[in-house]
């Protein structure tokens, strides 16, 4: 018989209620307004998309990645474990709760992933960090979005903050040479894969191959 889901806590934010559920040791749920956001049992994608970014940076001798969105953590631990010791990353999280939760409820989840040395979490909107290396001399060598809506559902949206053409044309100008753009996505998007390229990317996407439903993860790296 399935375990009913245990509040742990909650918050009222702009797009709804969040909440933290629990129904076993290490089984987790983030919705908000109703709507699921993540879960501890069914994040494979997000992991890959970490993984596969960091890995492509692994000839780079001191790597700075910014992660958009924190979440559980998960894809902080995943990025953590495939970059060396001296890499810096930076996450942007809009909501403060949230890293209160990763440094308590879920902090065995992700082995304290947000209390790791090369970590700094900022409680920002990732757009700004985004436009703030554009405009400067120090760019990111990764830049990975794990959001909960990815380029189709945003795509919909007044103002394209991250996935039109000018968004894209920023998050160019915020890479090194040779950068990564990582981003997490429900499904494929032709018209995504176009932008990027038009934007100066070579990109591939594709479906992990295990997990849950098989959300989708673009790799564009900087022309």
Known sequence: ???????????DTEEGRLLLLKRAESDFLITVDGRVLMNSKANRSELVLAEEACKALSSHPAPRVLIGGLGMGCTLRAALDNLPKNA????????????DWCKGPLKDLTANAVSDPR????????????????????????????????????????????????????????????GI???WG???DQAFDRRLEKCGFTARSFRPKSGARRHTIWLAKKR
């Open 181 to 183: 753009f990582a981003v």
């Open 119 to 178: 970590v700094n979490v900022e409680i920002t909107d990732v757009v700004k960090s985004i436009q703030k290396a554009a405009e400067s001399k120090t760019k990111w060598d990764a830049i990975i979005l794990d959001l909960y809506q990815g380029p189709t559902e945003a795509e919909a949206k007044t103002g394209k903050p991250f996935f039109g053409e000018a968004a894209l044309a920023r998050t160019h100008k915020a890479l090194s040479k040779g």
């Open 88 to 99: 810096k990353v930076q996450v942007d999280e809009l909501n403060p709760v949230v890293i």
């Open 1 to 11: 018989m399935t375990r009913p889901w245990q509040e742990l806590d909650a918050v």
């Open 186 to 188: 429900e499904d494929p």
